[in-house]
C-alpha cells in the first residue's frame, strides 16, 4: 500500500512558483537576452528539466509498507528501513533535511551495525500510519 506525504502549504508553494516562474520566465529570458534559436532551446529544455525534477519530489514522496522493511521513496532518493532495525518511533516538527515534505514528521529510529540513524518522514495520516508501523516493528524501545 503506497502512503502519499503530507506536504506544507509553503513547500508546495515554494515548488509551484519555482516551476511556474521557469517555465513561463524562459521565453521572455531568452527573448530579452536575445539568444539565438538553438540556445533558446538549451534555455527551454534545462528549465523544463529542472521543473520535472522539482515536481518529482512533489508527486513522488511516498511510503510503502513492505513484507521485512518500510520503503521511503523521495523523488530520486529512497531508503528501505527494515522493520527490525527500528527502536524508536516519535513525534516530531523538526525541519532537518530528510524524505518528508511536510514540517509534522514521524521521526523513524534504526539501530544498523552499531549505529543509531534517523530518518524523518512525513505520511499524511501520522497516527495511523504510526500504528501501522508499531505494528511491524518487534525491537521498539520506546515509542511516544
Do not use: H
Not at 37 to 54: D, E, N, P, T
Not at 72 to 82: K, T
Not at 110 to 120: A, L, P, R
Amino acid at each position: 500500500m503506497r502512503i502519499r506525504s503530507a506536504v506544507d502549504f509553503r513547500n508546495e508553494a515554494l515548488i509551484l512558483l519555482s516551476v511556474a516562474f521557469m517555465m513561463l520566465g524562459a521565453p521572455f529570458l531568452t527573448a530579452a537576452m536575445g539568444l539565438t534559436a538553438q540556445l533558446a532551446l538549451i534555455g527551454y529544455v534545462s528549465a523544463a528539466a529542472a521543473s520535472a525534477f522539482l515536481m518529482w519530489f512533489l508527486l513522488g514522496t511516498y511510503y510503502e509498507f513492505r513484507e521485512d522493511y518500510l520503503y521511503c521513496r523521495c523523488g530520486p532518493f529512497s531508503e528501505a528501513i527494515r522493520y527490525d532495525d527500528i527502536i524508536c518511533l516519535q513525534l516530531s516538527k523538526n525541519t532537518a533535511s530528510s524524505l518528508a515534505l511536510s514540517s509534522k514528521r514521524i521521526e523513524v529510529r534504526q539501530y544498523i551495525g552499531g549505529v543509531v540513524c534517523e530518518t524523518m518522514i512525513s505520511p499524511k495520516n501520522r497516527t495511523l500510519f504510526m500504528m501501522r508501523l508499531k505494528a511491524r516493528c518487534r525491537y521498539l524501545e520506546d515509542a511516544a
